[in-house]
């Protein structure tokens, strides 16, 4: 397996988590709609900066697929806005373990929709690791009342997982012609109209806190799209699927330094299953890389 598209895909989770943690703290106050503009229109500053620095801006956004790009754009939004809807009615972990269907759905579909070889070893890193995700997050959930709310924030985040999972997969076909910078502008730019159009909605004015929340995450989101597009260029789907449950360590890490919330016992054994899924996937891939004279 290519080692920098792990390196690059471990990078873009961890700037998607900087980003959820600004929505989730604007959940309760700032309209949907807002926050997908700005962090769309703040994200096009670093995705720009990315083209000039490759020299690819503006040739870097001609497109010989252009249709391809719409239907990534509305996966990519659906799911964007799903999932910061999502915030303002569960709590993080559960939209964490709603979110995880992603990979998993994801590798399903480089099967059918890539034609991608996904070994059984594969298979099983990926089960493990989503096993380790239930094994931290049950126990909370046996806590929380199933009310109206909480049962529309489920639905969101499932909605979110899937077209998360589409778009994954829409963007490693498009990666193959496509530049990554212009996979990730399109995107910010279709976002950014999107939320733009909700603005007669009622916006509100932020304060000082809740804009640089706003741009913080729009900044975090332009740079892990370009990481994220960056290592599904060099790497297929099936094999950084598992990488994206590291998600859950930057959490933990975020649940006590943000929230502090400190880790239960079940933090401990959903760990080691996660790290595991990891050690299964990497050992495989070193045990069949070809051989160079």
């Known amino acids: ?7 690059l895909r471990i990078g873009a989770t961890f700037f998607f ?46 497109t010989r697929r252009p249709m391809a790009h719409v239907l990534r754009c509305m996966l990519g939004c659906t799911a964007l806005f799903a999932s910061f809807a999502s915030l303002k009615y569960l709590p993080l ?18 099967r059918l929709v890539l034609g991608e070889d996904v070994p059984p070893a594969r298979w099983l890193a990926v ?24 049962l529309i924030g489920a639905a969101l985040a499932l909605t979110m997982a899937l077209f998360t999972a589409g778009a994954k997969i829409q963007i490693r076909s498009l990666a193959l012609t496509e530049n990554a910078g212009a996979i990730a502008f399109y995107f910010a ?8 159009a ?22 975090a989101g332009g740079i892990a799209h370009i990481m994220m597009t960056l290592a599904l260029q060099r790497a297929e789907v099936s094999k ?28 401990y054994y959903a760990t080691a299953l996660i790290l595991g899924s990891l050690w299964l996937v990497t050992k495989r891939a070193k045990r069949i890389r070809p051989t160079t004279i």
Do not use: H
Request: aromatic share 10%; charged share 10%.
């Open 1 to 7: 397996m290519d080692t920098s598209g792990i390196t």
């Open 17 to 62: 988590t900087l980003m959820v943690i600004c929505a989730k703290l604007l959940a309760d106050t700032v309209p949907v709609g807002q926050v997908v503009f700005f962090r769309s229109a703040v994200a096009l500053i670093p995705l720009i900066g990315f083209l000039i620095w490759t020299r690819e801006f503006p040739q870097g956004l001609r």
């Open 93 to 110: 972990a559960d939209a964490t373990i709603i979110g995880y269907l992603a990979p998993l759905v994801s590798v399903v579909l480089a």
């Open 127 to 150: 089960t493990v690791g989503f096993l380790g995700i239930l094994v931290l997050v049950i126990p909370q959930l046996n806590d929380v009342d199933l009310d109206r709310a909480y």
């Open 189 to 196: 730019l279709t976002c950014a109209l999107a939320g733009l």
């Open 198 to 219: 909700t603005a007669s909605f009622g916006w509100i004015r932020p304060d000082g806190y809740q804009l640089a929340l706003l741009i913080g995450a729009g900044m």
């Open 240 to 267: 950084l699927a598992p990488f994206e449950y590291l998600a859950l360590l930057f959490a933990i890490i975020a649940d006590v330094a943000v929230f502090g919330l400190a880790p239960q016992m079940e933090f």
